[in-house]
């Protein structure tokens, strides 16, 4: 899947399973636990086997890519340079 596919539809799953539980406040936050894109992903696999979501490898890496593109910038530049 290429990536922007790949971020859209990672977006898509983040608002239908896990927005309504937590606002973006939790990405932006000083002290956020993710500091990786490994710690991410784990985060993102956690959760959804929490709520039996049965997200497969391809879905988790999609909400992953779209967070770390949304909020974390993990390995990316800050937005707007």
Not at 5 to 27: A, F, K, P, T, W
Not at 28 to 48: G, K, M, N
Not at 57 to 69: F, G, H, K, S, T
């Amino acid at each position: 899947m290429r990536p922007n596919m790949r971020v859209n539809r990672g977006e898509l799953l983040y608002e239908n399973h896990c927005q309504g539980c937590h606002q973006s406040i939790v990405h932006i936050r000083s002290q956020r636990r993710a500091d990786s894109l490994e710690s991410l992903q784990a985060w993102v696999r956690r959760w959804a086997e929490y709520r039996e979501l049965g997200w497969d490898e391809e879905a988790i890496r999609a909400v992953v890519d779209y967070l770390n593109q949304r909020y974390y910038r993990i390995g990316l530049p800050p937005i707007g340079k």
